[in-house]
């Protein structure tokens, strides 16, 4: 079993940025990842790393404004996101796979997070 803590979230203006973090209680070899809930909306995927980092995956809206990493020494994922727009609010969730495939996770997570709320005014 493993366990996911989010940090990192929190209120900005449109068109700001936040760095959300997930640390992992162990060091894992699963890729890990982002998805994220919008009030009355469901969970979507977001962004997904490979367990080496050197794959990522991301949902078309994401592009190009959201970066993942991840420093496998601290056992933590990250997610930078820029240029945020209000329709971006929502709380988001730190979840690892069941493999190292980045693309597997945006299928299935098998390990999540409690969530952090990130609220985007306009």
């Known amino acids: 079993q493993v366990q996911l803590t989010e940090s990192g979230g929190g209120l900005v203006q449109a068109g700001g940025s936040l760095r959300l973090s997930c640390a992992a209680s162990?060091?894992?070899?699963?890729?890990m990842g982002w998805f994220r809930q919008a009030p009355g909306k469901e969970r979507e995927f977001v962004a997904a790393?490979?367990?080496?980092?050197?794959?990522?995956d991301y949902a078309d809206s994401m592009k190009g404004r959201f970066t993942i990493s991840r420093d496998n020494a601290k056992n933590t994922v990250y997610l930078q996101m820029n240029s945020l727009k209000p329709e971006d609010t929502a709380v988001y969730y730190c979840?690892?796979?069941?493999?190292?495939?980045?693309?597997?996770?945006?299928?299935?997570?098998?390990?999540w997070g409690q969530g952090t709320q990130v609220t985007v005014s306009s």
């Open positions: 162990r060091r894992i070899f699963n890729a």
């Open positions: 790393t490979s367990w080496s980092g050197g794959s990522t």
């Open positions: 979840a690892a796979g069941r493999d190292g495939s980045a693309r597997n996770l945006r299928a299935r997570a098998d390990y």
